[in-house]
């Protein structure tokens, strides 16, 4: 394959992110009819996801888009989106079904209205397009410097007219049908960042950039009441109808102030519902339930049952508000990954089912405090997680996940089936009266039976503890492990040895109880991380020059050595069987290794280089986290579906770039085409009759062709039959018709002319095509022809055609010669073995009398003994040699 051809990858394909559920762009309530059910509709970059409200069940994933959704507004049949200059129509939550293009720039805010929808883009153009039809039905352009469109929205009741606010703090009312301005309000010298409908006609509601509430009678152009809210502008309107005359703004803090309209005052506030600036929020029809949306990906529904004003969190779903720096599968099943993220919390995941997620919180040195003063408040909040391990096998009677923070010399224990941070806080001694030096654990690995944990820190110590105590069991080395920092350590399956890597060069191996140094292997370079295979014993090694090593912790050497990537190497991971080690680089490729082999089978580029990789215990999916990326991306296994041919990738091979699952576009057909020809060029793939001419080479005929024919005999008479056939009963006489669909009836047959009643002995004397063929042989020394008919034939004719060479068949001597010489021909070409060994076999059985009367036949069949002794020995000299390299291999200790 040449360095020109792009290909993806063969191992890997595309299946689904998980965790994405929102980003800063408000979500869109719709309400279905028929299902009497309302659903919540976010965008996660280039497409959007639907929830229903009740569950918070995902329903639908739209079809991704070329760019990230600017804009997102729904009506009762079409979820309408912005992307550039472009907006698009989705029906069922999924497809296109309309495009509007004729912006300029891009499109910031829309508004769907009856069989119109209204767009404003960056220019301050406004265009009302008719849905159907796809056309400009009015466009109206706005003067930025006097009025700068921020808001807009329909006043329930008034027909054809829209309401605008703008930066600079007025407000228009615009007749579209007729496209004219009927009423300018001078506004409150602040931009108006939101208009919203209140439950009464003709009252909206007017968010402001300088953080005030203005509910306004647009009809007499009236300020009814005015609240100030401290926390920056105003993001985000919506008004309770359910019988409270509550109001609800959003901020860019992430809290939310509630508002009793009534008494004009503040009643509640409910303070950290997200953790950055609240997107959208909405009070559904008739009910006490608030839907809020935010950047931090995460949609929480509230609840107001309370006697309190504030609401409490009834549903959620929720991912990392900071992209993942590592993930883990967690347990034996393949169903569950857990995540550590930027934002400092342990999240866990499910394949199955997003109900099955869950958080495991934000680590905290106090938890009682924290509970009591909250997490954004809580001065013992831990740093962000940067390792950690899992192990499920004692996890229903203690902690089984273990995490080193940044910056941080503790290590924390945290339990999976609770969801929370755990018991225990594992720190040496040693440090304890010296917090302030800049020591932080760097690796960690618990025992795979649940009971022990080693930690790793930037001193070069390495300690052991207890997981179900927390007790320190002591400690690698007399003083350190490691003259500098440690970057890797691992526990084997049987808890025997423990390995560290240092960046001093060494890796070390010691006995796990005793804590007894066994033996000290010297690194070409400083190692970035490591990772054991358990099950094989063979350790992956990251060194800081971009290469992989692969050591064999039983026989203590390096076996395998990896060069290709041109960057740093953030993650590794083995395929369960141990076969593969998929390696992640900040070159933004993701390569895949063969161990057995020793070669590159797979590599492909992705648009963010992957931070964390872990493949399935089960080998189904493997996981990806990527930087700046939210999400975690799931890769199927192509593998498991179908055939797929690895070879090795040349030197110079250049990947070619594979979109993030959930976010890439629909394959061009160009790539299908290519796609399909390459899978075909594999599986058309035919070997050649012989490999080599110095290697026997059997054929490719069936056993009951050539097995038999030395028994034909037994088998003729034990399929002899025995009775004789009977004589069927009188047929009724009919009259002769021809075979046809529609019947026809014989036609009499005209007399023939008398024959003569002599045999023609002529007929007997025909030689078969066999016969003719092996006499031409015979003259041209080319045997091809008649071997050709003989592998044609079944066993039976095979026997006949051998019987007719002899003289008092209709053969002759010269015949008998030709055979001997095809057996020859065969041997010297060394194809089609079996079917030689056979022929010559039946050939003696039949004539071998005979060949002992002719000299030149004695003589021709010395030569034929002669070259089959010679093939024999070859073939057997390289049976032996073969079988002492297998039994070598199988017993030996590399």
């Known amino acids: 394959m040449s360095a020109g051809s792009k290909k993806a990858s063969v191992l890997f394909a595309g299946f689904r992110a998980l965790g994405l559920y929102s980003n800063h762009l408000p979500h869109v309530v719709r309400y279905h009819k028929k299902h009497r059910e309302f659903y919540v509709v976010t965008a996660v970059g280039k497409c959007f996801h639907t929830y229903n409200v009740k569950k918070l069940g995902i329903v639908a994933v739209s079809n991704a888009l070329p760019d990230d959704i600017s804009c997102l507004a729904a009506d009762r049949m079409l979820v309408f989106a912005a992307h550039g200059k472009t907006v698009v129509a989705f029906a069922r939550n999924k497809e296109v079904v309309h495009t509007y293009s004729g912006h300029r720039d891009d ?44 808001a807009v929205m329909h006043p329930s009741t008034y027909l054809n007219k829209i309401l605008f606010g703008s930066s600079q703090g007025g407000l228009q009312l615009w007749n579209i049908k007729s496209n004219k301005l009927l009423y300018t309000f001078p506004g409150w010298t602040s931009a108006v960042t939101v208009l919203q409908q209140t439950p009464a006609v003709d009252v909206v509601g007017v968010g402001l950039a300088s953080g005030q509430v203005i509910i306004h009678n647009i ?7 005015k609240f100030q809210q401290d926390w920056g502008p105003i993001t985000s309107l919506s008004f309770r109808t359910d019988g409270h005359p509550i109001m609800a703004a959003g901020s860019p803090v992430g809290h939310i102030g509630l508002w009793d309209l009534e008494e004009k005052k503040l009643i509640g506030q409910m303070r950290d519902a997200h953790d950055t600036a609240i997107a959208g929020l909405t009070f559904l029809l008739n009910e006490p339930l608030l839907i809020t949306n935010g950047a931090d990906n995460a949609i929480r529904v509230w609840i107001f049952d309370t006697p309190g004003a504030e609401g409490r969190l009834l549903r959620c779903r929720l991912g990392h508000s900071a992209p993942p720096t590592k993930i883990l599968h967690h347990g034996r099943n393949g169903q569950t990954i857990l995540s550590a993220g930027q934002d400092g919390t342990l999240q866990s995941f499910s394949i199955v089912h997003e109900r099955f997620n869950k958080s495991l919180g934000h680590g905290t040195l106090n938890k009682k405090k924290a509970k009591k003063k909250g997490l954004k408040y809580d001065t013992a909040k831990l740093p962000a997680i940067t390792s950690f391990a899992s192990e499920c096998a004692r996890q229903s009677d203690w902690d089984g996940i273990v995490a080193c923070h940044r910056g941080l010399v503790v290590a924390t224990t945290w339990n999976h089936q609770k969801g929370s941070m755990g018991a ?31 930690v790793a820190v930037s001193t070069g110590h390495i300690d052991t ?24 350590v691992a526990i084997d399956g049987l808890n025997q040895l423990t390995i560290s890597a240092g960046a001093d060069h060494l890796l070390k191996i010691w006995k796990f109880k005793s804590h007894e140094l066994l033996h000290t292997l010297s690194l070409e370079s400083s190692p970035a991380s490591t990772l054991l295979h358990r099950e094989s014993g063979m350790l992956a090694i990251a060194l800081d020059d971009f290469t992989v090593n692969v050591l064999d912790i039983e026989t203590k050497r390096i076996v395998r050595k990896f060069s290709g990537h041109r960057g740093q190497i953030n993650d590794l991971t083995y395929s369960p069987d141990g076969r593969w080690l998929i390696t992640a680089s900040m070159d933004c490729t993701i390569r895949t290794w063969d161990l057995p082999s ?16 872990t493949m399935s215990p089960t080998g189904n999916f493997l996981a990806s986290s990527h930087v700046d990326n939210l999400g975690i991306f799931l890769w199927s296994n192509s593998t498991l579906c179908s055939v797929v041919s690895l070879r090795p990738l040349p030197a110079d091979y250049e990947p070619a770039v594979v979109m993030l699952p959930g976010t890439f576009p629909s394959h061009d057909d160009e790539d299908e085409e290519e796609e399909d020809m390459d899978s075909s060029e594999l599986a058309d793939y035919i070997s050649p009759a012989q490999l080599d001419q110095h290697l026997i080479t059997l054929s490719l005929l069936p056993d009951s062709r050539w097995k038999n024919l030395l028994h034909l005999d037994v088998i003729k008479k034990r399929n002899k039959p025995k009775e004789p056939p009977k004589v069927p009963k009188a047929a009724p006489f009919f009259i002769p018709t021809l075979p046809g669909l529609v019947p026809q009836f014989a036609l009499p047959e005209a007399p023939q002319e008398d024959q003569s009643k002599v045999f023609n002995f002529g007929v007997l004397a025909q030689k078969s095509p066999f016969y003719v063929q092996l006499e031409k042989a015979l003259l041209s020394n080319n045997y091809n022809e008649p071997l050709n008919l003989l592998k044609e034939m079944g066993p039976s004719a095979i026997d006949t055609e051998l ?21 020859s021909s065969m041997l010297d070409s060394r194809r089609d ?62």
């Open 219 to 225: 009809k007499f152009d009236e300020t009814l009441m």
């Open 424 to 454: 225990h806080k594992l720190e040496p001694d040693r440090f304890h009266h010296n917090r302030a030096l800049n020591v932080h654990g760097t690796a960690v690995d618990i025992s795979s039976c649940g009971n022990f944990v080693v």
């Open 833 to 894: 073995f079996d079917l030689a060994q056979a022929y010559l076999a039946l050939f003696l059985k039949l004539h071998l009398r005979l060949l002992s009367t002719e000299p030149t036949l004695m003589q021709e069949a010395a030569q034929v003994s002669q070259r089959l002794e010679e093939t024999w020995s070859h073939t057997q000299t390289q049976l032996n040699q073969s079988l002492c390299l297998l039994q070598y291999m199988k017993s030996a200790l590399l």
């Open 107 to 150: 499109v910031h805010l829309l508004l769907p209205f009856g069989d119109h929808f209204i767009s404003v883009d960056r220019e301050n153009t406004v265009i009302i397009w008719e849905v159907e039809a796809e056309e400009e039905y009015l466009q109206i352009s706005f003067d930025k410097v006097s009025f700068d469109v921020s």
């Open 598 to 613: 020793g070669c590159l089978v797979d590599c492909f580029l992705v648009d963010a280089a992957a931070v964390s990789l």
């Open 465 to 488: 503890y207890n997981l179900q105590s927390g007790l320190h069991r002591g400690q690698y080395g007399k003083d350190k492990a490691h003259a500098g920092p440690v970057r890797g």
């Open 803 to 823: 019987r007719s060479l002899a003289p008092d068949m209709g053969g002759d001597v010269d015949t008998l010669t030709a055979f001997l010489r095809l057996i």
